[in-house]
Every structure is written in C-alpha cells, then in structure tokens.
C-alpha cells in the first residue's frame, strides 16, 4: 500500500538543546499539567542498544502528538486512514504517524477497526510499527479480564522486531492498561479518569502511569483540549506524552503505543461533520 509521506517543509531536527524551553507563538503548548518524576529505570527491554531511528527519543522528556485535520472527512463524512505529526516542545517535527487500514473496516466498524501505524521519520524510513488486529467484540471494560475481549496491540522497533505489547485490563469504572515486556510481564500500569470527558469543562484527559506495583507515577499520557471547533466538528486530537529522561527508547516506544490505543478507544469517535 502506498503510504503518503509526511507534509513538506519540515526538517529532521538536530539535538534539541533547550528542547524544555518554552514553544514559540503558534506551538502546540508543551505539556498537560506539571508533573516532575523520580524514576529508577529498569532494566533494558527487547534486548540491549537504541532501535535504529529512535535515538532522538534518548534525549527529549516529552512529546507531542499532533493530528492531521483530513478535509474530505469535515466535508464528506467519508473515514480516512489517520495521520499524525510528532513534534517536540519547539513545535518541529521529528516523526510521522500514517495509519493503514482496511477500507471496509473503516466505513462499518469506526474505531473498533483493526489497524497498522507506520511511524516514520522525516527522511521517510520506518522507525517503528504499531499493530492492533481486529477482534468483533472487544472493548467491554468488565469483560477485558479475558483476552479475547480485550484489546491489545503490538510495538516493532526496528519493524520486524516486537518489543512489547500494550492491553486493555478489566476494571469497573475506570480505563485500565497495561505495558508489558515480550514475555508479557508487566512494565507499567495506566489509569484514566472515572469518565472520560471531552469538554473544555474538563480540559485536558490525563492518563497517569504508574510501575507495576503502582507505588510511583512514572509518565503521563493526556489528550489536550483543542477548541470548540476542532472538537465538535472533526476528530482531529492533540496528545502529549511524558516520560522520564533516562527511561529506556522501548519504555518511550510502549508509550506510543498506548496514546494511541487510547485514542481509537475514546477519542476516534465519528463527529458530526455535516
């Protein structure tokens, strides 16, 4: 499948010094909330050394995840593969998200479509790969503690090489997730708010993560809040994740992962368009 590169105009960034600066006019803002972590990184996952591609990830604490408005689908209503900036706090781009998908699934099933996301960087070479199968009645939070209801997904990096899986939890009220290694031990848990809301009443939708003994926050994914008319008339969503320094590239990969099984799950939602 042809995929459609990133937008023009943007160049691979160097090393970012002063990545935690302040985003200039027009950026999107840096993060959600203030949250400072005291990490104890374990020990490296999927084996040792960076993933090709992945070593900007080494140097910054956050990203942003920045969804690319798709015209045909405010004017249409006609679902299109997804696609995403990543930029760091100064607004530049450092990697593209372009979904792949099957038509048919897209049109009946919304959301709850199977998916690949292919993430590359800005010389167009794939860095990594998120997958998700399709499962027909997955997504039920009481009904997760089974596997075959639950959703899951898988993270290559380098493609070809999966280096951890990321898996809806049962829980009552609240999103549970999971990170796990390749054995399926567990590397993190997340948690979201007991309702999931998507007004600027609410303001940003934060998803804590925490070790597996949830005795310490160790990152934070959260959906910002974009504007009335972005919200009600497109599903085009701005994400930010943090996660400590020193943490490892994989760890940081697994969190990509999550922001966007978060965002199928609760935030791909059909608006109305017309």
Known sequence: MAQQGPPPGYGQPGAPPGYNQAPPDGAPKPDAGTHQYQYQPPAPIGGAGCPPGLEY?????QILIKQVIELIEIFTGWETNNRFRVLNTLGQ???FIQEETDCMQRQCCGPGRGFILHVTDNNQQEVMRIERPF???AGCPWCAGDGCCAWELSVEAPVGNVIGYVR????????KFKLMDTDKQDLAIIEGPC????????GDVEFPVYDPGKNQEIGMLAKQWTGALSEYFTDADNFCVKFPLDMDVRMKALYFGAMMLIDFMYFEQKKNNN
């Open 195 to 202: 309702c999931v809301c998507n007004s600027p009443c609410c």
């Open 168 to 175: 809806q939890e049962c829980s009552s009220w609240k999103p």
């Open 93 to 95: 781009q450092v990697y």
């Open 135 to 137: 499962k027909c009645c």
């Open 57 to 61: 990830l080494t140097q910054v604490d």
